[in-house]
């Protein structure tokens, strides 16, 4: 989570969802010296953010609108994982003899 206001984020191979848009908290109107690490919106009204860590290790390309089959696969494992609890797949239950 993200200045605890719930954001979260999920990560499968070198792919990178957030499911809020924005930094995560950091408030550079009144804080000065992070200005010089603001970067610019990549993807205008998103509202969420996909990364490619693989080439964007940075995260500064934000690839939401230009995804949108990944955005929907990573968007539905945040979503399975926020309903049950998981991040993880359950492990193999024993069978009843």
């Known amino acids: 989570a993200f200045g605890g206001a719930r954001q979260l984020s999920i990560r ?13 908290g950091n ?21 969420g953010q996909l990364y490619d860590l693989e080439h964007d290790p940075g995260e500064t ?9 990944i955005v ?4 539905v494992l945040l979503e ?3 309903a049950t609890g998981r991040s993880r ?6 069978r009843p003899e």
């Not at 070198?14 to 995560?24: A, I, M, T, V």
């Open 61 to 69: 390309r934000n690839l939401y609108y230009e995804q949108p089959g």
């Open 89 to 94: 797949p359950e492990p193999p239950q024993p």
């Open 80 to 82: 399975h994982s926020k």
């Open 12 to 24: 499968r191979g070198h792919w990178k969802y957030l499911d809020h848009p924005g930094s995560g």
């Open 27 to 47: 408030n550079y109107e009144r804080n000065p010296d992070l200005k010089p690490f603001l970067l610019p919106e990549t993807a205008p009204g998103a509202p």
């Open 72 to 75: 929907q696969e990573l968007k």
